[in-house]
């Protein structure tokens, strides 16, 4: 049984601020345990890891395997399988520029996929290297798995879906979609970003080919991502940036490249960053994604309870909570969502999100072009904050 | 529209600190698009009216739902006042720099004078060191109060009926003193000054004052032949009063308070003090009442 109120108390923001803070789909707040880990890095070791052999060196290279083992042990990855990136763009667009598409050109998404998984494939729609489909939700913000198989075809090199959305928190269906793409001959990409910090995530079992994500939305530092891929199609993949320590060996005309992920990862990394998001893994594990995953329930029951009582609230997405996480995106009447969010923030200092998080088409295919206010909760908030949200909305309710 | 105050107000602040720059370039961006006929692209309005309809949500639900359905009535409205404020302070500019005072010709109580001296501060002026003037009540009264005054400001001319009123009300209590400092733009503010000294000669200062401040229009445009007549529409003996005039000889005197004043700091007329504490330009009686009341209390 895990004791939320002592998880509350990690949270140094929290207890900083007179604050309630809805913004975790955007970023999570921080623990103390991750806090100490990066600043340990620059207080106690802070030297290069992998070039120089002194002993500074070393305990950083040691805390980089260590966090590289940590962030696979987090996903069910081997170590060797996790490529560092600065967030979940980047490993995203990694995979993109990297993946062969001379033979199969096809790549399907869905019309609900973040800028992220969306704009890199769009350009290199664009400059004609491959042909991008569209899978189209429905209007609760399900794509369903009869969507993709009209879709996923021989011809399809790559599919991409997110795990959850960021905009309504529904998962996608992905276990049918990769033994659909895989049938077909076609990898998958998974956009983990808002799936990693709020499921519990089996790389090996789910069988995906690549799966990105971001370690400052699971109470990671900044700056810092992954991209895990299976060992052998990373092998494959040919790297779009190189630079110091991605080979082995190298004349003025050749070179020899490292095995990943080593070949990836070009020039000086985030060690900072690499031992935080290590230490944000361990700090998740010890909850268990498992209760995470519980609480956030509770909490997504509660949030839709209080959203829906409210008739001027207008939540977009499926209704029933069960099937989405602890996250909504609605308005409030005809109240403009930015206007909205700065009176929940100067009223009764909520922080929420608003306008088009980075899903343009998303909010176009929900009727909301102009945006909406999103709360997204985790681990540390409760339901009396979600009661103050709704005291909140009631008042902002009256205005129209 | 509420983005063209908003330039205004981050424009100079961000004179004075970078971290209004991003709005102050949003505040543009946006008014470039509003003159440009294209919606605003910044979420700098929402912003706005999301804290002011919010805060006012706090206080009073009502004038909050007032301001949500008419954001942008009020907006223009307040763009309107604030463009036209703007003008005035532009004017009043260009009047100072004319005519030495915001009002231009016509004179009276100018903000700028004290911004120009870096005194529009009353608690940074000092009381004349000196009780020499045109008196009225009792010298020995707990309360004295000073008047630095110009017989040709209209701003002293209303203050006029307060300084009676005070008079009659606290009579023997309070020590009245008028030290005439007339002011260079105000038309015949130095003639009218010395002409009042010359009726004090003759005992009939108090009559030739009632008589300078129910005529201040007229002498203002027809000058010394004006204050001849006022002279002896107060029975003042005219050869007397046009040796005392022509002859100067209150100048000295006027040129005294007029030194004192300037030691004072005084900035506009009329400035009292109600024993050392400067009340300028009262725009009640009840606000010099206050002071005098005060003044009383504490010197009991």
């Given amino acids: ?400 | 529209m509420i983005c063209f105050i908003a330039l205004f107000v981050f424009a100079i602040m961000s004179i004075f600190s970078a971290k209004y720059r991003p709005y102050a370039r949003q505040a543009f961006d946006c008014v470039f698009r509003r003159m440009t006929l294209r919606p605003c692209n910044t979420t700098l309005e929402e912003e706005v009216k999301g804290k002011t309809v919010g805060w006012l949500l706090g206080k009073n639900p009502a004038a909050a739902k007032i301001a949500n359905a008419h954001w942008e009535a009020i907006s223009w409205l307040f763009t309107a006042m604030m463009l036209v404020s703007f003008a005035y302070a532009v004017a009043g500019i260009a009047n100072f720099v004319v005519y030495g005072n915001c009002n231009g010709p016509e004179g009276g109580f100018c903000i700028y004078n004290g911004i120009a001296n870096g005194l529009q501060n009353p608690n940074l002026l000092s009381a004349p060191n000196t009780l020499e003037g045109q008196r009225y009540g009792n010298a020995n009264a707990l309360v004295t109060v000073v008047e630095f005054g110009c017989f040709s400001c209209p701003y002293t001319m209303a203050a006029e009926p307060y300084v009676e009123q005070l008079c009659l009300e606290y009579g023997d209590r309070i020590y009245f003193v008028y030290k005439p400092f007339p002011l260079p733009n105000h038309p015949y503010s130095t003639e009218a000054a010395l002409a009042s000294i010359c009726a004090e000669k003759q005992g009939k200062y108090w009559e030739y004052r009632k008589l300078l401040f129910q005529n201040q229009s007229d002498f203002r445009q027809m000058g010394e032949p004006l204050l001849f007549m006022l002279a002896n529409e107060a029975g003042l003996n005219n050869t007397a009063f046009d040796i005392c005039y022509l002859e100067g000889q209150g100048k000295a005197q006027v040129e005294k308070t007029i030194e004192e004043g300037k030691k004072s700091g005084i900035y506009g007329t009329p400035t009292f003090f109600v024993n050392g504490k400067a009340v300028v330009a009262p725009k009640s009686y009840e606000e010099l009442k206050a002071a005098v009341d005060e003044a009383l209390a504490n010197a009991k």
């Fill in chain 1, 1 to 400: 049984m895990v004791d939320w109120k002592k998880i509350r108390a990690d949270f140094p923001v929290l207890q900083k601020n007179e604050v309630i803070y809805f913004d975790n789909a955007c970023t999570t707040l921080k623990p103390q345990k991750m806090i100490d880990a990066v600043c340990g890095y620059y207080e106690n070791y802070s030297a290069c890891a992998g070039r120089s052999i002194h002993r500074l060196s070393n305990r950083t290279d040691e805390a980089c395997a260590k966090a590289r083992e940590t962030v696979g042990k987090f996903v069910n990855a081997k170590s060797d399988e996790v490529v560092w990136t600065k967030n979940t763009t980047e490993a995203i667009n990694l995979v993109a520029h990297a993946l062969d598409f001379s033979e199969r050109k096809k790549v399907v998404m869905s019309n609900l996929e973040h800028h992220a998984a969306l704009l890199p494939f769009q350009r290199l729609a664009t400059l004609g290297k491959i042909k991008l489909e569209f899978v189209h939700a429905d209007a609760d913000g399900f794509v369903n798995a009869e969507e993709w198989k009209k879709r996923i075809d021989s011809q399809t090199a790559l599919v991409v879906t997110h795990h959850t959305t960021n905009t309504t928190g529904i998962k996608s269906p992905f276990a049918e979609i990769i033994k659909m793409a895989h049938d077909a001959g076609a990898m998958v990409l998974i956009d983990g970003a808002q799936g990693a910090p709020h499921s519990k995530i089996d790389f090996k079992k789910s069988d995906f080919d690549f799966f990105a994500f971001s370690a400052h939305k699971m109470c990671g530092p900044t700056g810092i991502g992954a991209l895990v891929g299976k060992y052998d199609e990373l092998e494959v993949l040919s790297p779009f940036m190189m630079g110091g320590e991605t080979i082995e060996s190298t004349t003025l005309t050749s070179m020899k490249m490292l095995p990943p992920p080593k070949k990836f990862e070009a020039g000086i990394q985030n060690y900072a960053g690499i031992i935080g998001f290590g230490a944000a893994c361990e700090y998740l594990m010890g909850i268990g994604m498992e209760n995470v995953e519980k609480r956030e329930h509770e909490l997504a029951k509660k949030l839709y309870e209080t959203l829906l009582a409210n008739k001027k609230v207008k939540a977009y997405g499926t209704h029933d909570w069960q099937k989405r996480g602890a996250l909504a995106m609605f308005n409030i009447g005809n109240v403009d969502p930015n206007q909205a969010a700065v009176m929940l923030d100067s009223m009764e200092k909520i922080a929420v999100r608003s306008g088009l998080f980075c899903a343009h088409p998303a909010m176009e295919h929900f009727g909301v072009p102009k945006g909406a206010v999103r709360a997204s909760l985790y681990i540390y908030n409760n339901e009396e904050e979600i009661e103050k949200l709704g005291k909140a909305l009631e008042k902002i309710a009256e205005l129209g």
